[in-house]
């Protein structure tokens, strides 16, 4: 047993790099994580919680005091090292802070003082800056005075004596040009510099329209404030899309997949709630046609179809909307083209399943008049579906909600409502 | 009005940049792009159309000429030109091919030879290789020959005379190292060197891990075949993430948001037909019990609160598990925890739920025993729903189907059939 603990201490110490670590870590439930943690190096520690989810980063961060936080966090970057701080309380940050040597302190406090989901906070201040009036000789020596470079360097950042940018320098064009030439002169002046507060989706489309390795961030003032680095906007660009996905079960991008059953339950209950309020409409509108239930029980026995057929065919309609708007394609001038293309769309499909469900339940119950009643019902709720498939996320968006958590409950209940009002509806009209 | 066409005009051949062409083009419905794309010069074509989405591409792709191609595509990286080709029918492939220049053509056909998403197909042969045995001072003279160097040349690779891949010299390391020394003495021999068939999805994760700009592909026998740049490994994890969200619906990734109804309804109604087999299958089962709802109408008023809340259930579940598949957290080893944790989970839920649900349905029909079996219905529901939540992917996974597609329809067929069954099923036991 023994003996199989220390093959894994080693392992986890020498024989794996700290994102396979936190990897491994990520996927093991909690007696075996608090297990693989105890074994692993306490200086490996802040290495290992970079590459952690936000979730399980947490669980290990509440229990280390100041003075261990500062020795596993030593030699971090700083904009991970502002990562980490940002989850802990105020005085925790305070008292680490406190520990740290002046300049690396007002480095870590100028990132810390941007909200995460900015630029200022995605910054990095270590980019290697140059004057506009030296030669490319000179640089070439400057930087050869260097030990290393800051990963993700391909270009300088050229400012002026107060710090403000005026150009940057590619590594690239250092590497061709003559080496005479004075920077000013090779220096290229439309670049994209970031404000450090653009929010990090608006970074990170930027990133991707111009296939950026990395990118300066100033302040109002034009000031140089840090760098931007693509390996951070990867990780914004993979937590937009894991937030979507997620937060249309009402859960949190960061959950820990090994989060224990109480945990869990607790954190689901509350959407399953919104959820009962909404089934309770829903059971609320049915209740006002209990009587023609009654009397055709049949009714009760097809409802569920009408009311199926519609959310999928709104679910459509508001996953193809989310997208073009979260794509930057969908706008107040082509909203009309898109209602109306849904609404065409909406009544086709509403028309062509009318039929196959119609003529199925004709066969099923010989009825005739059942089946012109649900056919009819199926063309109303698709069309009524695919139009607030349009509009729900166009109006949420519009109130600054977020359409991938809350669209998805307002769309059925809505498809859910109209199905059955318009199925029972007409049963009750024509019927009795 | 000619005014305003000359002023598109301009705007499209001068002011803009290709990407945000692209994404005008993509943000505009069928007439007016057609307009746009009229009024844009020919020689852009090109640049353009590397930007748009698979379906709008194809769109413009199909009415183009083996010779408008060629002059279109002129001056593209291969990679990109690469994967315009891939749209196309073998015999447009072969007429563009032929009237290549033959160094051309030979590497546009070695990306070719691999499939769309695999390394091989993302790959760009345009690494700049060096020999192990000359300094560095030789290597950045070899450089400053070059007019530019390719997008994203953070490492240069070092090859022996028959093109075998031995190490890689990074830029920033050739920028701080004494020019005196040899390539092979300061070379990296421990780098990440990707298989040309190992999938996009792999590439992606690797970059991801190790924070990559560039990473060569070998063939088999080790020999340089290219390099992946970050750029391209941005687009694989953005459309694999719009890949899950998109096919929860059962859309394609690639769909244009503005396209036309009659297409759009044709492509949507497939998953109408497959979600209305599996509604009927519902509706099927709840005609088991025509005659219980036929003396207890009530049943009918409130199953649909039975089955939304088991739905609810089932796809947080499913959501967790299939991102936990997707991020390799879950494997054999570990599912059995899950199984666990979420039968904890769907019973605490069931249990919080159906005292709630019990409550609600006694006040509202006056009836304790309604109460008790609807509260009994939503146990075992909940219950079911987070146990199917956590196999329907590990089963989907094993048989190689996507869960992201299929899981959820599969998934409310069975909350919907246990929810009814279990309701109506102890209505008919206790009650008749």
Known sequence: ESGALDQARRMLNRGLAPVDVAHLLESTPPKEREILWGLLDPELHGDVLQYLGDDVQLEFLNRMDAEQLLTATEGLDVDDLADLLQQLPNTVIQEVLQSMEAQERQRVEAVLSYPEDTAGGLMNPDAITIRPDITLDVVLRYLRRHERLPDATDTLLVVTRRDELIGILSINRLLVSDVSVLVREVM???FHAIQATASDSDVATLFQKHDLISAPVVGIDGKLLGRITIDDVVDVIREDAE???MSMAGLDEDEDTFAPALRTSRRRAVWLGINLIAATIVSIAIGFFEDTIQQIAALAVLMPIVSSMGGIAGSQTLTVLIRGIALGHVSGANVRWLLIRELLVGMTNGLIWAVVVGAMSVFRFDDIRLGEIIAMAMVI?????????????????KFK????LSGGVLLTTITDVVGFVA??????????
């Open 401 to 404: 909600i977020d359409p991938a």
């Open 423 to 432: 199925f029972l509806g007409l049963a009750t009209a024509f019927y009795l």
């Open 381 to 397: 709720n698709l069309t009524v579906a695919t139009l607030a498939g349009t509009l729900i996320p166009v109006m949420l968006k």
């Open 243 to 245: 937030h979507q996905v």
């Open 188 to 190: 290229q002046t439309d």
